[in-house]
């Protein structure tokens, strides 16, 4: 588990304009602010990096593969809860059921969350009880709580639910444990955690300062003045993607300036943005010197230096001019530079809406799949029309993108749960026989037949099988798979199967490997909780 840290951060916030040539003004006996002052000097934003989060829970919905053993505390909890949830319940024979399991739940709260931001959820069986395995389980619902930084008792911070993904994508034989899972994006976050900035010397003078200067340059209720040692920041919606570069900028804004000292700092700035190796550094003092850089930094522009052209030109976006579009576009189509991906995620975060789809809808027909992947994730955000986008089962989203020419599936492993489809429509050959790992799924089409049989195995009567007929379009075979088999609207949704995300996403595995889809696999990354 990583560890839990605390992690101070030195802001600087901009200040109104002073007249006068930068002497050194008294504004409390105990603070002075010279030409060189910023908030780094003089106070610390207090931010959390990740925030642990833990709870006890119930998964439902085993078959036969559960226990109903329970340490007396859990269970006495696990009653509570639920019967707060569902006052009628036969508590009893729900937990001593063989079809639930007792599980622990933990996860990791993101760095600056806001209200409902979703994140992945780790479930396990707990140690010494009879759980063979989690698999096809439903997390019912849990109630998490952080352990809380300077005291007091644990406040309930986090909700979780949603079924059971057990990772089944392998590049070979390997043993599994399916006495622990993930529920991918099962968190949810209860609170908006916003960041503090703590004067080290507490000075009413200096937090209403801060306060009107982050209001003026940011918006109305960036800050709050809270006391002479407290000022509450809230991240503005222009940096609610760049919530670290926010923080950066405020660390490195001077609090004395006037309009000849800002000029000497801009010429200084630029001087070492163009030889610094730490280029960020100098173009995020820049930014937060504000809109008088953009002339000076779009001189840059010009520059043989690719690396200095895309520190410049992303600085100016950020700042409200778009005449660097055209240069960071190069560097995104330029296929032997190293900074494509920072040039594309500049364009999709700062560039206007317009912009940022047309540069990324081009990018899906690129050679390189890391590229057309990162379009692809970009158009997404930007809930482009370009994805075609179908809810399936309830469960995960078939995202099909057609404007590409290289077929390729990408199953995401970490997040929202999602099979994306490049190249669609895409087609199974037939003469084909796939086969789950456990024997339930079978996908089968002799050659010259017309549709594709997909047989599950009934998961409580496994001797009664049940089949159900398909195209040989993909995404339709996802859809029969994976769709439940209890559709309420059958005029808009065919039922299927119900086979988990899990379950499809590795018999698709399967289907490209063997050659039954003329298709490049990829699995994203697991998540990262111990």
Request: proline share 4%; hydrophobic share 35%.
């Amino acid at each position: 588990m990583r560890n839990y840290r605390k992690k101070m951060v030195c802001f600087s916030v901009g200040c109104l304009f002073i007249i006068g040539c930068g002497e050194p003004v008294q504004v409390e006996e105990t603070t002075r602010i010279g030409v060189d002052t910023t908030i780094r000097s003089l106070a610390e934003v207090f931010s959390f990096e990740s925030i642990p989060v833990n709870g006890y829970a119930l998964v439902g919905g085993l078959r036969g593969t559960g226990s109903p053993q329970c340490p007396p505390s859990i269970r006495s909890y696990l009653e509570r809860y639920i019967l707060g949830k569902l006052p009628d319940t036969d508590i009893e024979k729900l937990i001593s059921s063989n079809n639930t399991a007792v599980v622990s739940v933990n996860g990791f709260i993101p760095p600056l969350a806001s209200k409902n931001t979703r994140f992945d959820v780790k479930v396990a069986a707990l140690a010494g009880t009879q759980t063979i395995s989690l698999d096809g389980g439903q997390l019912w619902g849990a109630d998490l709580t952080e352990a809380r930084m300077f005291g007091g008792t644990p406040k309930v911070s986090v909700t979780a639910e949603g079924p059971v993904f057990i990772n089944k994508i392998t590049n070979g034989i390997v043993e599994r444990d399916k006495r622990a899972g993930y529920v991918l994006a099962g968190g949810r976050v209860l609170d908006d955690y916003e960041l503090s900035l703590v004067l080290r010397r507490p000075d009413y003078k200096i937090s209403s300062i801060i306060r009107n200067l982050l209001n003026e340059r940011f918006g109305k209720d960036t800050a709050t003045a809270v006391s002479q040692s407290l000022v509450s920041l809230k991240v503005p919606s222009k940096y609610r993607n760049q919530k670290e570069r926010f923080i950066s900028i405020v660390r490195e804004t001077y609090l004395l300036h006037s309009a000849e000292i800002k000029k000497q700092r801009i010429r200084e700035s630029i001087g070492k943005l163009a030889v610094s190796e730490d280029k960020y550094k100098y173009e995020i003092t820049l930014e937060a010197i504000g809109n008088e850089c953009v002339d000076k930094l779009a001189a840059l522009l010009n520059s043989n230096d690719e690396q200095l052209r895309l520190h410049a030109g992303r600085c100016m976006l950020n700042l409200g001019s778009d005449a660097a579009v055209d240069t960071l576009r190069q560097i995104v189509m330029d296929k032997a530079s190293p900074y494509r991906l920072e040039a594309l995620e500049a364009i999709t975060k700062s560039a206007s809406y317009n912009d940022a789809t047309a540069t990324s809808r081009r990018l899906l027909r690129d050679e390189d799949f890391d590229i057309r992947l990162a379009a692809y994730e970009n158009l997404r955000e930007l809930d482009d029309i370009s994805i075609a986008k179908s809810f399936i089962g309830h469960n995960f989203y078939l995202e099909q993108i057609t404007q590409t020419v290289h077929k390729a599936i990408f199953v995401s492993r970490s997040g929202v749960p999602r099979i994306a489809l490049f190249g669609a429509p895409m087609r199974c050959r037939d003469n084909v026989f796939i086969q789950s790992d456990n024997g339930e799924i079978t996908i089968n089409a002799h050659r010259g037949e017309k549709e594709v049989s997909i047989i599950r195995k009934h998961p409580r009567r496994p001797s009664i099988p049940i089949r159900l007929k398909s195209s040989f379009e993909v995404g339709d075979i996802i859809r029969t798979m994976c769709e439940s088999a209890d559709v309420e609207d059958r005029s808009q949704t065919r039922p299927g199967l119900g086979v988990s995300y899990d379950d499809a996403i590795s018999i698709l595995q399967q289907m490209c490997d063997k050659g039954a889809i003329e298709a490049q696999f990829r699995a994203g990354e697991m998540p990262e909780i111990d």
